[in-house]
């Protein structure tokens, strides 16, 4: 059931409504069967997946705080602890490498065989990756790390443990939820609120908006370019590369949107997922407002345990540089992503080795004195290199990837010399390009309002101001959208 369908807008209508009408009581109980049908919507019997993933991390925590009472009279039972821990992960663990990465890595296997001459006879398997496997299993993974460090209690109440797992609005792609935020908000009652539930309405409205008017029609020209790379010129493959940095911000961010508003219309709040990540003067700065809540997950259930910036020079990068490798492995099984992680790793250990120069440079070259211009120019760099990530987390194949990476600039002075006349546009549709660019324009311009200080009062206190704004982009969605029903990028992860 996608966000973008007309399946989902009745879904909402009906659970949100019932979720107001029922007592407090049984709310919880609705809103895990009203997330039960969501997620069987998509592939019925991977719900089974679910339940046991659910199961075996209630249990554990629930033993493992059991243990933690008991260690001052029966010592001894930390290392029984640690087991449970260890055993709740790799449980989980597995079930994910299982579905996600065994094709993965028994080709790579396959073709080792093939060179060394090895007779290697296991096949792949024909299994479908269950829809957002890597976010709930994330999100489990967390409930049971923090139960066993003591700062979150285990949840006794086995259905409401379940719904924090499969809460429907982040179930699918998130966003990755810590118990301390969530757990404790299906016990409280909420009110209907016709200011939350307006601000949670607008905030599902732009996320839709970004998803079919920005995002499918950014997606229309990305898909034709990166589907035949070799055909098209630098123009169009640095074109491409553009439209898709924002496709894939406006899908994944209009996805948490609505996830958010959703929610929040019914009273909960989830945490912000983005925040203009293309803004960002760095690639560390990039990465504390890109996907903030699997960001914040790797910092502090990998990198912190790894030993964060609190050992040597080395060791410090040597982290950074796991993290972001396991970051691009975690988003797909496939070497661009491997290689996407690993290029984000190099990027900040590159930067955190040559940031004294860069400052030198740029008080030398009077960059200081213009902070304007020297934000810009941070801005502009960051995006460029971010677009050249973006490159293996979008190509096919690694082939086309690099063709991409080495011939989106050469030439592209002759094709931007030529003019539009002089560009052959082949499969892809100028309207198409000119639609995209100018969502791309719009998303920015409201970007800018938006974050303008005392806007959202202004806002809320002028009715023809807000009405009016309504009903343009419901005229843009219903003009300029595309009502396909495109999956969300991330549904893939």
């Known amino acids: 059931m996608l966000f973008n369908s007309l399946e989902f807008a009745l879904f909402f209508l009906v659970v949100t409504s ?5 007592p407090h009581a049984y709310r919880w109980s609705m809103l895990l069967v009203a997330s039960c049908a969501f997620y069987m919507a998509f592939v019925p019997v991977y719900i089974l997946i679910l339940a046991l993933t659910i199961l075996v991390d209630y249990t554990a925590a629930l033993w493992m705080e059991r243990m933690e009472r008991m ?23 597995l079930i994910l490498a299982f579905f996600k990465y065994f094709n993965f890595l028994n080709g790579n296997v396959a073709g080792l065989a093939r060179l060394i001459g090895w007779n290697y006879s296991i096949g792949s398997l024909s299994i479908i990756l269950p829809i957002g496997l890597s ?19 285990a949840e006794r109440h086995l259905g409401i443990y379940a719904l924090y797992v499969m809460f429907y609005p982040q179930l699918v792609a998130g966003p990755i939820e ?16 016709p200011s939350r539930v307006t601000e949670g309405l607008r905030l599902m409205f732009w996320g839709l908006f970004k998803k079919i008017v920005i995002a499918d029609r950014l997606a229309q020209v990305v898909a034709t370019v990166y589907g035949h ?31 958010i508003g959703a929610a929040k219309v019914m009273g909960f709040e989830l945490m912000k997922n983005f925040d203009r990540p293309y803004r960002s003067r760095s690639i560390a700065e990039f990465w504390s407002r890109w996907h903030i809540s699997l960001s ?17 020079v ?9 993290v972001f490798l396991v970051s691009g492995l975690w988003h797909g099984a496939s070497w661009n992503f491997v290689i996407w992680g690993a290029l984000h790793g190099c ?17 030398l070259s009077g960059l200081t004195r213009a902070p304007g211009l020297h934000a810009a120019l941070q801005v502009l760099t960051t995006f460029a290199l971010v677009c050249a990530g973006w490159i293996f987390f979008r190509a096919d194949s690694l082939a086309d990837a690099w063709y991409v990476l080495t011939h989106c600039l050469s030439g592209l002075r002759w094709d931007l010399g030529s003019g539009l006349s002089g560009l052959q546009f082949k499969d892809v549709r100028m309207g198409d390009v000119a639609l995209g660019g100018a969502g791309i324009l719009a998303l920015e311009a409201a970007q800018w309002v938006g974050a303008h200080p005392g806007f959202k009062e202004r806002f809320g206190r002028q009715p023809a101001l807000r009405w009016g704004a309504y009903c343009a982009g419901l005229f843009i969605m219903a003009l300029f959208g595309v009502y396909e029903h495109v999956n969300f990028i991330y549904f893939q992860f």
Request: hydrophobic share 45%; net charge positive.
């Open 18 to 22: 019932v979720y107001f009408l029922l």
């Open 71 to 93: 260690e001052s009279v029966e010592p001894g039972t930390g290392g029984k602890r640690r087991a449970l821990l260890i055993g709740s992960l790799a449980c989980t663990v």
């Open 135 to 153: 976010f709930h299993t994330f999100q489990s993974m967390s409930y049971v790390i923090e139960v066993y460090f003591g700062r979150q209690k």
């Open 178 to 193: 810590r118990p301390q935020n969530l757990l404790h908000q299906f016990r409280e009652f909420h009110r209907f609120d």
């Open 229 to 259: 790379p070799t055909e098209y010129s630098a123009f169009f493959l640095s074109l491409a590369t553009v439209f898709f940095a924002f496709q894939i911000f406006c899908d994944f961010s209009g996805y948490s949107d609505i996830a």
């Open 296 to 312: 914040t997950w790797f910092r502090d259930y990998l990198y912190i345990p790894l030993g964060g910036n609190r050992v040597g």
């Open 314 to 322: 080395p060791r410090w990068y040597f982290n950074l540089f796991v």
């Open 347 to 363: 990027y900040l250990i590159f930067a955190l080795a040559t940031r004294r120069v860069r400052e030198r440079v740029a008080f």
